[in-house]
DNA sequence: GTCTCCTTTTA
DNA sequence: AAAAGGAGA
């Protein structure tokens, strides 16, 4: 007999509640990752997972229950993993994505059928999407409300330690990670990604640590500004499981009650925190968010498609330096400044006209923290089409987006190179520059640095014709 | 029905 | 100062 522990987002030890249920049951553990080879993958989203596997791998190996590998579908898979090894339950964590949920509910009738027990727990969220509801009984659809309502469960129930020792099984195949080649070889275009990222448990919990210590203090303020190092960067972390929010809502809420100066950073952090949850809560109670605009008059909208402006928006090509940083930023280091993707997510939408959807497939490409709820929802958000009652005028103007929250243009130098001698006046709207400023700084507009692809003016009327042609009534 | 409120906005 | 429209109590 023995307990096989299905490891998919929870690729960590501590507080990972179906790890700790097979430990519980005092039967050997056979902790298993299944590489499922329908699901589509970006490449950072690889190369981060080859990290995070190896670590994992490496603590539970330390611990007696080494990590097996395999690749196929989890439905194949595991039952034949359940019949090498005499198991008698199998033990996972929840996910909340569409896909996830119709694999998992098969899977669970199945083995169930076949007298396994099979068993999910919630380790991934403060709360669970049907926990969470309004007085009248349905889900929300505004996040205030919904972030009093989850605020209100705190306390949340306290984080596991991870196991000490675990009783394994010997002599179950697995494959080589290494062969899964989830890094990229040829050419090798990680470099950025290794610099800016250490995937991992133990780096995951540093990392928390340290913006704890140094950086939540001044969150409110400092988060917002792309040039400085002021958000906690847990993003990828917590999308695969290396840490958990109930970790995070622990420790954080522990710092404010030992350092009141810090409470309303952590707040502020919370609530961010809250947002992660909300996007998981939306996508379980609308999956077809996942692939359609929630409101259904956008539908309709008039989508101009462009594979040339497509292609120089994902290349930072835009001229518009704001843009063209956070897209660069996102290509060298897998990451993009929160406040720079609220920025080229608009400008995608609303000044090019380009279907959100093709935005979210970029990022997904092209992000290490890519997750479906967040992203998705995210995107609706900006294109206006999701739960929200958007301002039609939520368009973001590049250019005193930029000023604002880059007033010195120190984020723009580090992504574009090209403008780096610019005068700061002209950092964010180079093509204003008088040419004397321009020669001067060694740039010349449609050769070094593109001139804007689109006028601002004229694609913020056009996008409300847009938005206002698909109105209802 | 009434009242309040709404991450990120714009000009 | 203005902005659409609706959620939530």
Redesign the pocket.
């Known amino acids: 007999m023995s307990v096989i522990v299905w490891f998919r987002q929870d690729l960590r030890l501590a507080d990972n509640l179906a790890l700790a249920a097979a430990v519980e049951t005092g039967e050997p553990i056979l902790p298993v990752y299944i590489l499922d080879k329908e699901a589509m993958l970006g490449g950072a989203s690889r190369w981060w997972l080859h990290g995070s596997l190896e670590a994992l791998g490496g603590e539970l190996e330390k611990r007696g229950a080494p990590l097996v590998l395999r690749r196929g579908l989890a439905a194949d898979i595991l039952p034949s993993l359940v019949a090498e090894t005499k198991a008698s339950a199998v033990f996972w964590n929840r996910c909340y994505e569409p896909t996830a949920i119709a694999r998992d509910t098969t899977l669970k009738a199945s083995l169930a059928a076949s007298g396994i027990a099979a068993k999910s727990f919630n380790a991934g969220l403060l709360a669970e999407p049907c926990e969470v509801q309004?007085?009248?009984g349905?889900?929300?659809?505004?996040?205030?409300?919904?972030?009093?309502?989850l605020a209100a469960r705190a306390p949340f129930a306290a984080p596991l330690r991870a196991p000490k020792n675990l009783r394994g099984l010997a002599g179950i195949a697995s494959d080589d990670l290494s062969r899964w080649n989830l890094r990229p070889a040829k050419p090798d275009w990680a470099g950025g990604l290794r610099t800016a990222w250490r995937p991992g448990e133990k780096h995951a919990a540093a990392r928390l640590s340290y913006f704890l210590d140094e950086l939540v203090v001044g969150y409110a303020t400092m988060r917002?500004l792309p040039a400085v190092e002021g958000t906690s960067r847990l993003s990828p972390h917590l999308h695969f499981g290396e840490i958990s929010p109930r970790q995070v809502w622990a420790a954080a809420d522990a710092v404010s009650r030992t350092t009141p100066e810090a409470s309303s950073g952590v707040m502020s952090f919370l609530?961010?925190v809250g947002?992660r949850e909300?996007t998981h809560h939306l996508i379980y109670h609308w999956p077809e968010m996942v692939d359609h605009a929630w409101k259904p008059e956008f539908e309709d909208f008039p989508w101009a498609h462009d594979d040339a402006l497509l292609s120089a928006w994902q290349r930072g090509r835009t001229g518009y330096p704001i843009v063209d940083a956070g897209m660069r930023e996102l290509w060298s280091t897998g990451y993009m400044h929160?406040?720079v993707r609220?920025i080229s997510a608009?400008f995608l939408v609303k000044d090019l006209l380009i279907q959100w959807r093709h935005g979210a497939e970029w990022f997904e490409d092209t992000l290490v923290d890519a997750d479906i709820a967040n992203n998705r929802a995210?995107w609706q958000?900006?294109a206006g089409s999701g739960?929200?009652?958007?301002?039609?005028?939520?368009?973001?103007?590049?250019v005193?987006?930029g000023e604002?929250?880059d007033a010195d243009g120190q984020y723009i130098r580090r992504y574009v190179p090209e403008l780096v001698r610019l005068d700061n006046r002209y950092i964010h709207r180079p093509w204003e520059a008088p040419s004397a400023m321009l020669a001067v700084a060694g740039i010349e507009l449609g050769a070094t640095y593109p001139k804007p692809i689109v006028e601002?003016?004229r694609a913020?009327a056009r996008a409300l014709a847009a938005l206002a042609s698909i109105?209802?009534?």
């Open positions: 309004t007085g009248g349905g889900p929300y659809k505004v996040f205030t409300p919904f972030w009093r309502s917002d609530r961010e947002w909300f929160n406040r609220m608009s995210g958000w900006v739960v929200d009652a958007a301002p039609y005028f939520r368009i973001f103007n590049p005193t987006q604002k929250f601002h003016a913020r109105k209802k009534g």
